[in-house]
């Protein structure tokens, strides 16, 4: 297969060397050996999340763990703040589950603001929020600073967060933000193969799953914290030690390059791509409210963003159409994980060349 250069939002490239450890030999799931391992990806997610909350990983992509979290969190009625096709997602597990859930969905490009938070937590109707920290379909990053403001003020509101493509590309401090529940996924910042959920789990969570009768099985999620306690990091089905192994490895790689230098890698990428396209097309989403990862640029020029991939593969890259009802009205330049400032500008130079931007957009 050919290899191909991965500006989309996922999944992103994966550093050869971490992929060789998806190789490792296996070990029993219930051996000591095991426990070792998660003990050791546990103690360096905390580290990265910033949490003293429980760790506990799904074999699952992201939706199986957001999916877990709403049945198991709601007693009374959940609140959906979406701002595109993911925080949808969050009303469509609730809908999907038996959950009472209502949402609040703003027009593309713009984000949920704390105010808007505010308004609906102060009827007394919700025991749930749901927020989408980082909206790939739009490229958008939430102010979730702001908004864990308001949601502090109703200590009964259990505040879960999907951060799927924003953990380990933009500082989240899980526990100085309230955040009860905060999800992410393999495949995003984190560069490894798609396959494996993570979430942190605050004490309130864990109080909330008391509380609910029908959490499931395979996404019971005081079952899964159950194990992580009394089973000595155990897991109640079987989970990919492959991905144990690789995520180890990498989290090994994320602590040496240094938190705050991988943050800044991130926010260097995205300035860059904020500017390029701006120059030459526009960025779709709100002002100051852009993406770390992923920029979404409004297609000003009517491109033909097929055409354009279609060029790009034979330089060996690829970017994203847009989303849903935004494709071909839009398209997407991620810039997380593994890349770099030269792939930004390989990308964007190749880009230039393909469509002869001369001159800046008007």
Same mark, same amino acid.
């Given at each position: 297969m050919e290899f191909k250069k991965l500006f989309i939002p996922g999944p992103t490239m994966v550093h050869p060397d971490v992929l060789a450890k998806m190789s490792?030999? @296996? *070990?029993?799931? /219930?051996s000591k050996d095991a426990s070792e391992l998660q003990h050791r990806i546990s103690d360096k997610l905390r580290d990265l999340m910033y949490t003293t909350g429980k760790i506990v990983l799904s074999t699952s992509s992201g939706t199986g763990v957001m999916e877990g979290a709403i049945r198991n969190a709601t007693a009374k009625r959940a609140i959906v703040f979406s701002i595109g096709a993911f925080g949808d997602r969050w009303h469509d597990l609730a809908k999907f589950n038996g959950i009472e859930? #209502? *949402?609040? /969905?703003?027009? #593309?490009?713009?984000p949920t603001m704390p105010e808007t938070v505010d308004k609906y937590l102060k009827t007394g109707k919700y025991d749930v929020v749901t927020i989408t920290h980082n909206e790939t379909s739009v490229g958008i990053m939430n102010p979730i600073d702001g908004i864990a403001d308001v949601i502090r003020k109703y200590p009964d509101v259990v505040f879960l967060a999907d951060c799927v493509s924003s953990l380990a590309g933009t500082k989240i401090e899980v526990d100085r933000l309230g955040i009860d529940i905060c999800i992410t996924s393999s495949q995003k910042a984190l560069a490894l193969p798609p396959g494996l959920a993570i979430a942190s789990i605050s004490k309130k969570a864990e109080e909330r799953f008391e509380k609910v009768g029908n959490r499931g099985y %395979? &996404? #019971?999620? =005081?079952? &899964?914290v159950k194990y992580v306690d009394k =089973? #000595?990091?155990? %897991?109640s089905s079987t989970p990919s030690l492959s991905h @144990?192994?690789?995520l180890d490895f990498q989290l090994d790689r994320i602590v040496k390059e240094g938190f705050e230098n991988r943050f800044l890698r991130h926010l260097e990428m995205a300035e860059f791509m904020i500017e390029w396209a701006n120059k030459h097309f526009r960025v779709f989403c709100r002002p100051g409210f852009e993406s770390m990862t992923v920029t979404c640029i409004d297609n000003t020029r009517n491109i033909n963003v097929g055409d354009l991939n279609k060029e790009l593969a034979k330089r060996g890259m690829q970017i994203s159409n847009g989303y849903g009802n935004l494709k071909d009205k839009t398209f997407r330049i991620a810039h997380m994980g593994e890349l770099m400032m030269a792939d930004m500008v390989e990308v964007t130079s190749a880009i230039e060349e393909i469509l002869n931007l001369k001159e800046v957009h008007a």
């Open positions: 490792t030999p @296996m *070990i029993g799931h /219930r859930s #209502d *949402i609040h /969905r703003e027009e #593309d490009g713009q %395979y &996404l #019971d999620l =005081k079952n &899964l =089973k #000595d990091y155990q %897991y @144990m192994y690789a």
